[in-house]
Every structure is written in structure tokens, then in C-alpha cells.
């Protein structure tokens, strides 16, 4: 089933996602595919960086729980309070110092909603589950980060690329471009 078309509707989807990955989480000290994290880092980052990157562009979430003390209702909260930015103001410009000017949904659909989508796959992998990505997304991500290559790896967002069979599975292909090994598994 193919993600929607629409931001706040692809962000409900993704979110959703994750948000059942974070639920099904029994191990919060799971050691996760990014080298020092656990399962509890992966949601801390997505919690942690996005409320500066919306303020940056004059938008504000509402504070949370901490991830430290309930990462699952961290998590519900941060989801429930962007889905009711988007809807609410979606179509408002955003004009962020380093990311430039767009319209707040597609901000928010191209920096945060696809980060959501690929750290799906770290907390499923650090937790035992699937993570189920939407082939389509995931290859619309593929193909719109390879011709900036050079920018994202200068950024330190993303670690070296780990080789991957051309006719492997496009998430495994998109894990590998971003720094993961696809086969991967937790340690034990």
C-alpha cells in the first residue's frame, strides 16, 4: 500500500508507523543500528531535533514528556502535536536560516517526515520487528538523495555508504546510502 500524496496525510502515515514500532518496545537499552545508540536514542533524536528546526522557522510544538522518562507517550505527544501543525498551518511559509523557504507541509514532509520513515527501520531492527517501509517512499528517497550526495555526507548526517547488491531490496539499498548496514542485527 502506497504512502499518501499529501504531507500531513504521508506524516499521519509514517508517524503511525513508528509510533506502533515504538509501542511494541520492550527493550528501551536495545542497542540500535547507529554506532553508540539504543532503541530509547533513536526516538530521543527524532523528539529532540525537530522542535529547534521548526522554531529556526518561527513555528512552535508544545513541550512533552521527556523520552527519558516515557519514550512511548515522548513520542505520541511530538506525533499528535505535528500532525495538528500541519493541519492547522500547513500551507503558512517556513523560512528556515540554513533550509530555506518552503511551505510549512513540505518542510516538514521533506526533512522530518522522511527522517521518521528511515528511523523506522533502526528502532524495528534495535527491537526485533519489521519495519515494513512503503517501497515506493523509499525509493522516491533513494533517487532524491543520490544527486546531493556529496552535500548530506559533508554534513555529517550520514555515515559512509555500506555496499549494497544493485538488485537488493530498495530499503535495504536506501539503508545502505544512508550509512546502515542492511544486515544488520542486534548483538546476541
Known amino acids: 500500500m502506497a504512502l499518501p500524496e499529501s504531507p500531513a ?5 509514517v508517524a503511525g508507523a513508528f509510533g506502533d514500532r515504538v509501542a511494541a518496545t520492550r527493550d528501551w ?3 540500535a543500528p547507529v554506532a553508540g545508540w539504543t532503541a530509547r536514542d533513536v526516538v530521543d533524536h527524532l523528539v529532540g531535533w525537530f522542535p529547534g528546526f ?5 513555528f512552535g510544538l508544545p513541550p512533552g ?4 522518562d516515557d519514550p512511548v507517550a515522548a513520542w505520541q505527544h511530538q506525533a ?3 500532525q495538528e501543525l500541519l493541519e492547522a498551518r500547513g500551507e503558512e511559509p517556513f523560512t528556515h536560516p540554513r533550509a530555506g523557504t518552503h511551505r510549512l507541509a513540505d518542510a ?6 522522511a527522517d521518521v520513515f ?3 527501520w533502526d528502532l524495528a531492527r534495535a527491537t526485533g520487528q ?4 512503503d517501497e515506493d517512499f523509499a525509493t522516491a528517497l533513494l533517487e532524491g538523495m543520490r544527486p546531493i550526495e556529496e552535500l548530506l555526507r559533508s554534513s555529517g548526517q550520514y555515515g559512509d555508504a555500506v555496499p549494497v547488491a544493485p538488485d537488493a531490496p530498495v530499503a535495504d539499498r536506501l539503508m545502505g546510502f544512508i550509512g546502515r548496514d542492511p544486515a544488520w542485527a542486534p548483538p546476541g
Open 9 to 13: 496525510e504521508r506524516h499521519r502515515a
Open 54 to 58: 521548526l522554531a529556526a522557522g518561527g
Open 130 to 133: 519489521q519495519p515494513g517501509l
Open 29 to 31: 537499552e536495545a542497542p
Open 65 to 68: 514528556p521527556a523520552v527519558a
Open 80 to 82: 499528535g502535536a505535528v
Open 108 to 113: 516538514v514532509d521533506r526533512f522530518y517526515t
Open 118 to 120: 528511515m528511523h523506522t
